[in-house]
């Protein structure tokens, strides 16, 4: 993320906002995605939009604004893989209350979106869509080899990739604080100096003719201290070349990626993607790049006319990264007024995501759905707009927002540690059981820290902490106990918790520690392993009108 849009893919229409069916064929569905929460952009109390940021203002007020738009998890592969398949990530096992291994951290990891996991993509490409996916994948890449790719993109449903399978880490740009692992990486490097100090203290008596080491011994532990450097170093020492690859297909265009041209050639593929499949019912992608590089392909779906016949979607996957820092200093994110952030739990600010709808001639301009909605309503939606059936085999706590469908109660929300529940009336309780214990105290992160952490040093309540989000969006003022309403509202979450569990079903953990360790045999490699390196830019497509 880091200020960066991060997705342009799909296709999607309408809302509860609009009932009855769609007269017609969805030509075009774009997405934009991963815009870190609400960072620098927001709605103020008029109505108008703040934060400098013309190309989004002008997606709000032609479109569809969701002010309650929330994502299934805090952290990046999670969330993307509940907004691919519909489903909560503990369901296809990409869930994990290991605070290391929330996302998938290595290129080379094998873990992933599981083969048998059906995503919209692939609805859409039944329909007769051409798919694309141009941006940030963090679903995964190899299983057991190098180049089986089995949790590609393009084995989930996506006709071409072009973009990161992994993300863009700090460790891809100069100047930045490395993000992977800090705190681990600082213990790993004390380690070190001390088991390769061992042997030369040890020398010292032996030169001195103090005492007499065996040589075998101090021989013996300089090696241990050198395995033990290269054990480590060898993944973490390399976090650029090894973490940092722009691929088209399943061809390595540059490793490691320049990061000051990944945006304009991400675009650049944006805009000839629209220019090679611009015939009705046959475009869908995925695009990531500055803010500021939305309006050339915004300015490309008016050039080709197709704007009014292609909807585009604007959201991201969680809540902004408060931790973030530079050599500078502290960076932070901004939520507004919502609390929390990325890897924060269930805080408003680590899941209440921007959220808006562009279809001219389908959604009516200038309107704000204050209902709750979720990434998840995604799948359904589509199904429902491109024909398809909703697979039978498999849960959908998802709802199409579009039709008769999309009016009525909502299904509870049910999170790892907090509960949200939808009343008659608009009102909307949530609960947490769990919290992340906020460093400094009396924060409002884990400044200590990469992300807060979800098991360990957290904060349990019992009786949870209960709000009113509807009256108290930013969730500082707990429901008293005592209150009447306390118990009737903590006895409906906690039965929905009950169905919840009893729906679930064993899933193999694509984010345990074996499946999201660096693995060498399965690193993507441009040259000879190890020594990997190319840059193929010169045979990326030439550039499109912008």
């Given at each position: 993320m880091d200020g960066l849009v991060d997705g342009w893919m799909g296709g999607w229409m309408g809302g509860g906002w609009m009932d009855g069916w769609v007269d017609g064929w969805m030509d075009g569905w774009w997405m934009v995605d991963g815009w870190g929460g609400w960072n620098g952009w927001m709605v103020d109390g008029l109505g108008g939009w703040v934060g400098g940021t013309p190309n989004i203002d002008r997606l709000a007020h032609e479109g569809v604004l969701l002010t309650q738009h929330l994502s299934a998890a805090s952290m990046c592969t999670p969330s993307r893989a509940a907004f691919l398949t519909g489903r909560y990530p503990i369901r296809s096992g990409m869930a994990s209350a290991n605070n290391m291994y929330r996302s998938l951290t290595w290129l080379a990891s094998s873990g992933g979106l599981p083969p048998n996991e059906t995503t919209f993509a692939t609805l859409l490409q039944h329909r007769g869509y051409r798919t694309g996916l141009i941006g940030k994948w963090h679903q995964g890449l190899s299983c057991a080899s190098r180049n089986d790719h089995c949790h590609h993109p393009l084995n989930h449903g996506f006709d071409y990739f072009f973009g990161m399978p992994l993300g863009l880490l700090n460790e891809c740009q100069s100047g930045r604080v490395p993000e992977l692992h800090r705190q681990l990486r600082i213990k790993m490097w004390v380690s070190t100096a001390v088991l390769a100090l061992l042997p030369v203290l040890l020398l010292v008596p032996v030169c001195a003719r103090w005492v007499l080491v065996p040589w075998a011994v101090i021989v013996t532990l300089a090696l241990v201290a050198v395995l033990f450097f290269l054990s480590w170093y060898s993944s973490y020492g390399f976090?650029?070349?090894?973490?940092?690859?722009?691929?088209?297909?399943?061809?390595?265009?540059?490793?490691?990626?320049?990061?000051?041209?990944?945006?304009?050639?991400?675009?650049?593929?944006?805009?000839?993607?629209?220019?090679?499949?611009?015939?009705?019912?046959?475009?869908?992608?995925?695009?990531?790049?500055?803010?500021?590089?939305?309006?050339?392909?915004?300015?490309?779906?008016?050039?080709?006319?197709?704007?009014?016949?292609?909807?585009?979607?604007?959201?991201?996957?969680?809540?902004?990264?408060?931790?973030?820092?530079?050599?500078?200093?502290?960076?932070?994110?901004?939520?507004?007024?919502?609390?929390?952030?990325?890897?924060?739990?269930?805080?408003?600010?680590?899941?209440?995501?921007?959220?808006?709808?562009?279809?001219?001639?389908?959604?009516?301009?200038?309107?704000?759905?204050?209902?709750?909605?979720?990434?998840?309503?995604?799948?359904?939606?589509?199904?429902?707009?491109?024909?398809?059936?909703?697979?039978?085999?498999?849960?959908?706590?998802?709802?199409?927002?579009?039709?008769?469908?999309?009016?009525?109660?909502?299904?509870?929300?049910?999170?790892?540690?907090?509960?949200?529940?939808?009343?008659?009336?608009?009102?909307?309780?949530?609960?947490?059981?769990?919290?992340?214990?906020?460093?400094?105290?009396?924060?409002?992160?884990?400044?200590?820290?990469?992300?807060?952490?979800?098991?360990?040093?957290?904060?349990?309540?019992?009786?949870?902490?209960?709000?009113?989000?509807?009256?108290?969006?930013?969730?500082?003022?707990?429901?008293?106990?005592?209150?009447?309403?306390?118990?009737?509202?903590?006895?409906?979450?906690?039965?929905?918790?009950?169905?919840?569990?009893?729906?679930?079903?064993?899933?193999?953990?694509?984010?345990?520690?074996?499946?999201?360790?660096?693995?060498?045999?399965?690193?993507?490699?441009?040259?000879?392993?190890?020594?990997?390196?190319?840059?193929k830019e010169d045979a990326i497509s030439p550039n499109p009108k912008m």
């Open positions: 976090v650029r070349r090894w973490n940092c690859v722009l691929m088209r297909n399943h061809d390595i265009v540059q490793q490691p990626l320049r990061e000051d041209r990944v945006s304009s050639l991400i675009t650049r593929e944006a805009l000839a993607f629209i220019d090679r499949y611009r015939f009705p019912g046959a475009t869908g992608t995925q695009h990531r790049g500055s803010v500021h590089r939305a309006d050339p392909v915004l300015r490309a779906l008016d050039r080709e006319r197709l704007t009014n016949r292609t909807l585009v979607y604007f959201t991201s996957d969680n809540g902004g990264r408060l931790e973030a820092r530079d050599v500078r200093g502290q960076l932070g994110g901004w939520n507004g007024v919502y609390r929390g952030g990325r890897g924060m739990g269930g805080w408003e600010g680590a899941t209440r995501v921007p959220g808006i709808f562009r279809w001219p001639t389908v959604l009516g301009a200038g309107q704000v759905l204050d209902d709750p909605t979720s990434l998840m309503d995604i799948f359904p939606t589509l199904c429902y707009v491109g024909g398809g059936l909703l697979p039978q085999d498999r849960h959908f706590p998802g709802r199409p927002l579009l039709g008769a469908e999309s009016r009525g109660h909502r299904e509870d929300g049910v999170a790892l540690t907090c509960v949200s529940l939808t009343f008659p009336g608009a009102t909307v309780w949530k609960a947490h059981f769990v919290t992340p214990r906020f460093c400094p105290v009396g924060a409002g992160a884990c400044y200590d820290s990469d992300h807060c952490p979800c098991s360990g040093d957290v904060a349990h309540h019992d009786p949870p902490l209960l709000f009113d989000l509807s009256r108290d969006p930013a969730e500082s003022q707990p429901l008293n106990p005592e209150d009447e309403a306390f118990d009737s509202v903590i006895k409906k979450m906690e039965a929905a918790i009950r169905d919840h569990r009893r729906t679930l079903t064993p899933a193999p953990r694509q984010l345990s520690i074996f499946n999201t360790i660096w693995k060498p045999w399965l690193q993507p490699c441009c040259g000879t392993f190890p020594f990997c390196g190319c840059d």
